[in-house]
């Protein structure tokens, strides 16, 4: 086993072959300057909130707002939009080292690594051999994967910093802060497959010390090993402690306590005598749930049949119903920040089980719930329980601790913190889309999240909807500033939380599954104390339902964070590099600028429909110079760059009026979808008191030639209100081919706050005026797919563009486009079916294919003699040719296709081994077809002796018009 190391190692590792990634990692020259020149400035440190171990020591900062810092993620989550994030490790590894090693994670600048997770082998992590864990040039941790999950290195690589897959059901992690002033590389041995890295970027290196892997830590390790059964905030001054005696009636609301003056509440804990702890079983999945197939092949064999948590009996079901709809209410400053479901908010959103989480915890014999949420308030505080179930709730407790000071008011008065807020959302999923956790405008911190989900696909694999990753854009970004590989990984766990229910002081599972929930329930729990993702003007935090967004579920989930409405981040300026007009204007400089090429492709990590964006690119290895406006009472400037993600490693010296300012370097890649928006921090140094500044480039030698379609200048400036609507809409296109899809394009279009959504409005008539009727989709992107579902039809557009306030900006003009003679149908868009007597779902992206709307109509008979029903409608009568493509796999039978009761083309034999492929076009003949609808029956007669099973796949049936 190797130990923890502290050594200048950085002469002597290999890197690929790659000199420019050594130079850009390891340089600390440009931090040196850029401290010299904010002592010379008298300029502020900028704030950062609480780093490394003060996170865990003084969680009460979590409060602060306004940091001069993003949270970030490297993950294996698949780069062509599939379900493809680790079972084959193809996106695991940024680049390979001389050596063979894996680097999963690296940057440049200051920062902080919060939270490193890997699974794979059923979370048997010993095959991905050592990782190497590089800051500021140090090599701090050298060691054996498994033996550093295990807690074998020592404090403060123990429990619960780190866990194995038996402490966290399936997964592991490291979650020790590990601060770094100008550099961060993490390596493995071999490719580790699943992970996902997460950390802090920072504006400055201004009062960071790197990260000391000799400090043991002791008094964070015993305050976590406490987490939910006391409150991890050190005392406050001015603490007071109230208890009230309560009985609510179904339907009402009482008051758990109030407060008035400045001030904050630092602990609630409930106490409901009638709360009975939920009971643990053995069960047995029924077999109609049993036998249905993977949707990720392999991943079967690492789900462990365990205890389930089982509710049954009359008290049980009474728990749970007021844990549901039960709701804690919460109002500071006359604003309800707190509306929650009782049990979620505790974080137990299925019963009364244990969690002993390090905000909040849950003591089933004590029938006690616990927070210590710092919430504070300038003038006024009141929280309150509203009775929402059918039972009375009698001879309960409440005990409300209030610390009384001034501080608080003074520091919400000036932004420095935000108030706490708790965002609950309960909804059916919406197919192709994210369910939302948090939605919102204006500057904060998210902290948390619990989480339920109830699955509704019964004839499905049961929980295929944690298949779903978690995305996160900040402040405007297209690109994901976080993507994940699945729901379970993002709390940690793995394969299903295959060890069952587990409770960690930052993470947990209290309910992994539910015995009398056909398509499965699961409860989770997240922090995000050292990794809570800050924002300047915008949140957009949601995750799948699904592989593809597929899954049919409710999902509740309730957000912790803190926030203010007024947001502190304008958009001054927009150069489009490649119009002869905006470079002109920005004095865009270079000996090579490269040629402009254009480049149609899509961001990675959205939902919904596809929306391809075409932009102009120019790609050198030459230095850049340009011009772009700021606020002048700017407190930084972050610079975001749209460019071509199809080569990584891209690294530019960055200089701002001359000054450096830095090395830009971006490691990541994308050949399929080309498209990234990332950003680099100007600092307030170099920045403040301008109007404008001139930003020089030099592309870094040994790396990928420096691309860009777009760059915007957003100042960082004191709170605002957001009072201006966006720009019109400007050079829209519309393209239609021989289907039935019209493609949209137009230019960015400006407004205060980065970015803005734009809403697509279809007419069939000439000169339409947009209505609510007319609207046919909103894009978060200048790029629209319109399915029209016609053949030969003229279709007429105007788009607008809305900001995150709610303002709208003037229609464009209207441009038009026809559709060609070919209808085209997903084939998962025709389900439920009209009749199936075997299981059929909706199936994401799996197995190394990639189907035409990223998901296939799966239907999984297991015996012969099956078949489903699904039904058609045409626009239009005349001749239709009728063309499918299916999957072909070693699992699949012999199928064949019926249209309104007659059979067409021939039987399809889809046995494929070993891989899973797609089939060519298939014809199934010519038919004069009626307007309307129309029935298509497949069935599964018989397989090929060599099968394992009767499957059938169809991405999509298409009806060409050909009189």
Known sequence: MRRIVASLVASVLPFGGL???????????DERLRETLAHASGAPAPR???????????PERLAEIGNAARTRQFSSFDRGGGNNDGFEGTYSCLRTTASGGCVIAEHTGAGEIASIWFTRDGGDVSQTGTITIELDGRTVVDADLQDLVDGKLGEPFVYPLVANADQSSGGVYIKVPMPYRHSMRITTQHNPYFHHVTYREFASPEGIETFDPTDPATDVLAALRAAGTRD?????????????????????????????????????????????????????????TAVAPSPVPGKARWVRPLARPAVTGAVADETEEILREARLRISVDGVRTVDAPLGEFFGSGFGLYPVRAYMFGVDPEQRTLSSWWLMPYSRAATVELYNGADVALNAGEARLTVARSATWKRDLEAGRIGYFRATAVRSEATFGRDHLFLDVTGRGRVVGVTHTVQGLNEAGWRRGYLEGDERVFVDGSTSPDLHGTGTEDFYEGGWYFNRGAFSAPLT??????RADCPAGCTSMYRLLLADGMDFASSMRFGIEHGPGNDEPVIESTTTYWYGVDHGGLVWTDHLDVGDAASEAAHDYRSPDPGAVESLTSRFEGLDGPPEPVTVDTRATSAPVSFTLAVHPGNHGVILRRVSDQAEGYQAAEVSVNGKPAGTWTQPLANPEQRLLDDYFWLPATLTAGRRTVTVTLRPLDGHAPWSAADYHALSIRSPYTDRDAPARVSGLTARGDERTAITLGWTVARDDVYAVTYEVHASTTKGFTPSDETLVGVARTPGFVHETGTVRQTWYYRVRAVDAAGHVGAFSSEVSATTGDTLRIEAESLLPPVEATAPVQVQGNCCGVVWSGNAQLWFTPTTSGQHVVVEVTLPTTGTYELTTRQTLARDYGINTLTLDGQPIGEAFDAYHFPEVVLS????????????????LTIAVPDKNPASESYMAGFDYFQFQLVD
Not at 48 to 58: A, M
Not at 920 to 935: D, F, P, R, V
């Open 19 to 29: 000199t420019g990634t050594a130079l850009a990692a390891d340089r600390p020259s």
């Open 48 to 58: 950062l909130g609480p780093v490394g171990w003060e996170t865990y020591r003084h």
């Open 232 to 288: 991890p905030k050190p005392d406050l001054p001015g603490e007071r402690t109230t208890t009230r005696l309560i009985d609510v009636a179904p339907g009402e609301t009482v008051t758990l306590g109030h407060a008035t003056g400045p001030g904050a509440i630092t602990e609630l804990v409930l106490r409901l005598p009638q709360l009975q702890p939920s009971p643990t079983d053995e069960v047995v999945v029924s077999r109609r």
């Open 508 to 513: 947990g599972s209290p309910v992994p599954d």
């Open 920 to 935: 060519e076009a298939l014809s199934y003949g010519t038919h004069h077809l009626t307007a309307g609808k129309h029935t």
